[in-house]
């Protein structure tokens, strides 16, 4: 109980001392890079967003996959590329949410590349569902910046993961 007591003391104070700035506001940029949660394999993702106006970004980001399986002693090698734009309305101030977090929801509009290859004399490219194509998906997050450039981002739905993504947001 100590311990909890002490690192819920120390949150507490590291938040008083930060003089976080968050949403985005308008002219303003920062980088989200991280980790997806898939059935797929570990997507690795990277994006910038621009701060349009009251409350709104737009960016656009990229991510990357690549995950092994076997079927009948054929080992398959897939690769999926991602590209997307987004686009994110920021509710701190409609909610009166303090500056050191930022919640969001937004939509998701890109491409996913999907190709496979097995093991042997050819190879076989996915189409149609789980596969290549495009998607439209919604997205909805939440950001704490540790101090005024730096924070750590949740976010679920969005883009072509399962389950959502982690990371890092540093603004520039």
């Not at 993702?45 to 995950?67: D, P, T, W």
């Not at 009166?96 to 076989?124: H, M, R, V």
């Amino acid at each position: 109980m100590k311990k909890i007591t002490l690192v819920f003391c120390a949150l507490l104070f590291v938040g008083t001392i930060a003089k976080a700035q968050a949403p985005l506001q308008e002219g303003e940029m920062q980088i989200n890079g991280g980790v997806g949660l898939s059935n797929y394999g570990l997507p690795l993702y990277g994006g910038l967003e621009y701060g349009i106006g009251y409350n709104i970004s737009v960016g656009g980001e990229v991510s990357y996959r690549g995950y092994h399986e076997t079927y009948s002693s054929t080992k398959w090698n897939h690769a999926i590329f991602t590209a997307a734009a987004i686009g994110n309305y920021h509710f701190n101030e409609l909610l009166e949410i303090p500056s050191e977090w930022d919640f969001y929801a937004g939509l998701s509009l890109g491409y996913s590349a999907w190709s496979s290859k097995y093991d042997g004399n050819g190879s076989f490219s996915y189409a149609g569902s789980g596969g290549s194509g495009l998607y439209l998906v919604g997205q909805i997050g939440g950001r704490y910046f540790f101090n005024e450039n730096v924070g750590l981002n949740v976010e679920l739905g969005g883009g072509n993961y399962s389950g959502g993504k982690i990371g890092v947001t540093i603004k520039l």
